[in-house]
């Protein structure tokens, strides 16, 4: 069984930085991708930045040149660095983990979330 722990969010002044990050366990760490999605009550959710294994990256529009998101050198895990931080930004963010490659649509498995607000 695949089991997601996340860590960070809270509350985070406009302009400024946060890292969350996401560590799978229970599940082959072979041709895997780790991703970040978000998603605000009454909007769709949104596709924020995605690791996969061998190193490729892929972000969502709105956070392209803002938010990095890299394994730390850790397998198994994803940390997003997300700077410059507006007020469009808040959400609940969710780890996501599957087997496949960057670019595929987000797999089954879920992290329990954590929200990020930006206000002064």
């Known amino acids: 069984q695949v089991h997601l722990v996340e860590s960070g969010g809270g509350l985070v002044q406009p302009g400024g930085s946060q890292i969350l990050s996401c560590v799978a366990s229970?599940?082959?760490?072979?041709?895997?991708?780790l991703g970040w999605y978000r998603q605000d009550p009454g909007k769709q959710r949104e596709l924020v930045a995605t690791?996969?294994?061998?190193?490729?990256?892929l972000y969502g529009d709105s956070v392209k040149g803002r938010f990095t998101i890299s394994s730390g050198n850790a397998k198994g895990a994803a940390y997003l660095l997300m700077n410059s931080l507006k007020p469009e930004d808040p959400a609940r963010y969710s780890c996501?983990?599957?087997?496949?490659?960057?670019?595929?649509?987000?797999?089954?498995?879920w992290g329990q979330g954590t929200q990020v607000t930006v206000s002064s």
């Open positions: 229970g599940a082959s760490l072979v041709c895997y991708v």
């Open positions: 690791f996969q294994d061998d190193g490729t990256t």
């Open positions: 996501n983990f599957g087997r496949g490659v960057s670019g595929d649509p987000p797999y089954d498995f």
